[in-house]
């Protein structure tokens, strides 16, 4: 079954940099158009990046330019680099494919201190 696992969160202050990465199982990674989805307490999950199997990459309004979406097909990874983070960037953050078709995993935790 596919299996998800996210990591790379941590606490950090606004304005640094946190580099995501998730490892996938299960599917065929090459052709699934991935995306980072995040989720802050309260408020729905929603995308904010998300990646093609050849690699175009779309943004969402309020991250763009400051997160970079990427993929390494041989390591079946997709990673999401975060820069100029701010408090309204505090979140679970989690991968999928662009649809939430997967099963979720776990995502993983980034707090902005202001």
């Known amino acids: 079954q596919v299996r998800l696992v996210e990591s790379g969160g941590g606490l950090v202050q606004a304005g640094g940099s946190l580099s995501l990465s998730c490892a996938a199982s299960g599917l065929i990674f090459s052709g699934a158009h991935m995306g980072w989805f995040r989720q802050a307490p309260g408020k729905r999950r929603d995308l904010v990046a998300q990646?093609?199997?050849?690699?175009?990459?779309n943004y969402a309004d309020s991250v763009k330019g400051r997160f970079t979406i990427s993929r390494d097909n041989a390591k079946n990874t997709v990673y999401l680099q975060m820069s100029g983070l701010k408090p309204e960037d505090t979140a679970v953050y989690y991968c999928?494919?662009?649809?939430?078709?997967?099963?979720w995993g776990q995502g993983t935790q980034v707090t902005v201190s202001s």
């Open positions: 999928n494919g662009r649809s939430g078709y997967y099963p």
């Open positions: 990646i093609t199997g050849d690699g175009i990459a």
